[in-house]
């Protein structure tokens, strides 16, 4: 065990920050808790920052050039993430096509869909993921949307929800029912649609925030090219699994930065609130700082175990506990207001609204990817070893 | 960062692990702890003059190496005075250059230290008394720190031990006068915030095996055992429970080694490492006797089965080198404290 890395890995880092130093947009350079704003459409500087990220190895860096990378080892991948992260820069604002849709591609793609990759992890073709439906939530498996083969077509009708960036999206990677004779899991396909096909419609679903971000997509016989289906027939719930393994060891660091600066940043507000001496204050603090900074030696230490080759159960604990925490930690940032905790007009309040934004977004992270209830049942399942309800 | 263990620490583990297995039997440590005639704990001082005075020079080795010893003692519960002759005694020694440090590191002579005045606080003091002393029954020397950095090392025969039962009796504490004009070495203050980060960080490794005892035990009984028809660990309400108590004790064991290789590397943070960890420990270790106890119900309750010894000692060793709370407090005026 020991706290530092080498020289190899440092020199990584270095070449990294002066990237980051010369070509982080103004934008973001100060860091921001959240994405998505009022409009869905996606901002010039994201694109080019994408593209930029991309062409200098930058993107995924665990890919080889050719797919925005720089073949980089799983620990250097962990720096990349770290740096990012601590500096509060997200690489896309549409993570579902470098995270979920090229890495698909990739791995269950025939070549033509493989040659599809790169255009969706630079961000020149923008992708949305079909999954959720009004009634597939926690349990995706049970999704309904069908697709009926016909003649060199699947004709596909139903509905997904909750599907990030459908408004702006050219492509969907979407989940269909292609066999309802078998166990749910089994009857499950994954089809590339076009956005702009006949019979597809797209209702954007405003946040709780008041941003858009995500839509309503109605499929209604909408006729899609057989060569589409990605993957074999029947084995797209495999495909759900699928996304990004290179990254899976270090994804923990994203959300543990978030919070350290969050963090960070009650410290700055008690201080202008005059809290500094407040003994309640003070210790609620403290746990807070205990709590990320032991998640973080946790998530180094599942790093530990993954670089390996081993499974990191450390892992399963994180995205639960970062999600919980960081909700505290934002509502704690309008707590410390006083009476002012519930006003949004950034003219009165502390950095413009900064904290009643991010605590409302906050709201997101114990229900997407996975509620936090999901969660507990699979550690207690998968990690603890104990018996399913 | 790299949580990876190296093959020497790999070996200790496990040779750690397979002496206690085969040497410390729950037998053994039921009967240290029930043993407490006038004579003192038989039981405990045979199995460490047999077992650990080998062991001694570890409090000259890597923190890290320290921890794992210290996490597979804890699991056990191995009775004796290893923790705080091991991890406070031998380098407090080395770190004024007493002469006896050799004796102690090759397990010849054992010793404890002397530091909270009557209020029971870990911080130096001029108290005429000294307070919460471990396992001075059961070692040769005593050191007593007093303020001004002030360390005097004294006999055991030549001071008035008075037991203070605690809820754990497998980790007696006692009080004491100090003797007047002791002769005394003053210690760095650097030096000696080395020594207690180094104690405090090996008493919040014990935790984590006592923790580790716990959660093993509540589990295995949860799955086994059948109540209306089913396991009870199959139950939602208790296996949420014991998810949330998981992530506390995991999140807290990776706090303890990340503190201890903050102190191997004399990083800056290193202050900032031991509090996050004693204070993490402690919540992880006392809330898996709070949860197990309730998991395992009324056997739980029962002073046949040997989850109470592990509730006494994580009750009285979050108490031991300062609670969660007193650490949490530390924090605070490190975050705070201007740059």
Known sequence: ?389 | MDFTLNEDQVLLRETARAMFGNECPPELVRDAFYDVTSSGPEAASSFFDRHLRDWAALGDAAVVDLCLFMEEAGRVLAPGPAWVNTSLFLPLLRAIEHPSADLVAAGEVTGTVAVCGSDGYWVLNNDPMRSFVPHANEVDVVAILSAGNQVSCVAVAELDLQEVATLDRSRPVFQFAVPAGLDSTEIGAEQLAVVLNRGTVALAAELIGVGRWLMDTTLEYVRERVQFDRPVGSFQGLQWKLVDAALLLERADAAVYYAAMCLDAGAPEQDRAVHVAKAAAGIAARRWARDGLQSLGGIGFTWEHDLHLRLRRAQASEQLLGSASWHHDRLAELIFAPD
């Not at chain 1, 996606?42 to 995924?60: R, T």
């Not at chain 1, 597939?136 to 997904?160: C, E, H, M, N, Y």
């Not at chain 1, 204050?281 to 993954?306: Q, W």
């Not at chain 1, 991010?358 to 018996?387: D, K, Y």
Request: hydrophobic share 40%; charged share 25%; glycine share 10%.
């Open chain 1, 1 to 389: 065990m020991k706290l530092t890395w080498g020289a190899e890995e440092e020199a990584f880092r270095d070449e990294l920050l002066a990237f980051l130093d010369a070509e982080v947009p103004e934008e973001i350079k100060g860091g921001r808790d959240w994405i998505g704003d009022e409009s869905p459409e996606i901002p010039k500087w994201a694109s080019e920052f994408q593209a930029k990220l991309f062409d200098h190895g930058w993107m995924v860096p665990s890919y080889p050039p050719e797919l925005g990378g720089r073949n980089a080892t799983p620990l250097q991948t962990l720096i990349f993430l770290e740096e990012l992260a601590s500096r509060g820069v997200s690489r896309s604002v549409h993570f579902g096509g470098y995270a979920i849709v090229g890495p698909s591609l990739l791995e269950f793609g025939n070549e033509q869909q493989k040659g599809m990759a790169p255009s969706a992890i630079r961000g020149d073709t923008v992708w949305c993921v079909g999954m959720s439906e009004p009634d597939a939530g926690s349990d995706l498996a049970s999704l309904q949307t069908r697709a009926v083969p016909d003649g060199d077509s699947f004709i596909v009708t139903g509905q997904k929800v909750w599907t990030s960036y459908a408004m702006v999206a050219e492509k969907c990677f979407c989940y269909v029912r292609t066999d309802t004779s078998v166990a749910k899991h089994k009857g499950i396909s994954v089809l590339i649609i076009d956005m702009d096909s006949p019979g597809l419609e797209v209702r954007p679903l405003r946040h709780l925030t008041g941003a858009i971000e995500f839509a309503e997509v109605f499929l209604n016989e909408v006729v899609v090219p057989k060569e589409n289906l990605v993957g074999e027939l029947n084995s797209g719930w495999r495909i759900t699994m699928g996304s990004l393994a290179h990254e899976r060891g270090a994804l923990w660091v994203e959300s543990v930065s978030s919070a350290q600066r969050a963090l960070e940043g009650l410290v700055e507000i008690a201080r202008r609130q005059g809290l500094e001496q407040d003994g309640v204050v003070r210790r609620k603090l403290a746990e807070l700082y205990e709590e990320v900074h032991s998640l973080r030696a946790l998530g180094y230490k599942g790093f530990a175990s993954f670089a390996q080759g081993s499974s990191a159960p450390e892992h399963s604990f994180m995205k639960l506990a970062t999600s919980e925490l960081r909700q505290r930690i934002y509502a704690f940032g309008m707590e410390l207001q006083g009476p002012y905790a519930a006003v949004v007009d950034p003219e009165f309040v502390e950095e413009g609204g900064r904290w009643q934004q991010s605590w409302q977004i906050s709201l997101a992270g114990t229900i997407g990817g996975g509620t936090s209830e999901i969660q507990r049942n699979v550690v207690a399942t998968r990690v603890l070893g104990l018996p399913r309800g």
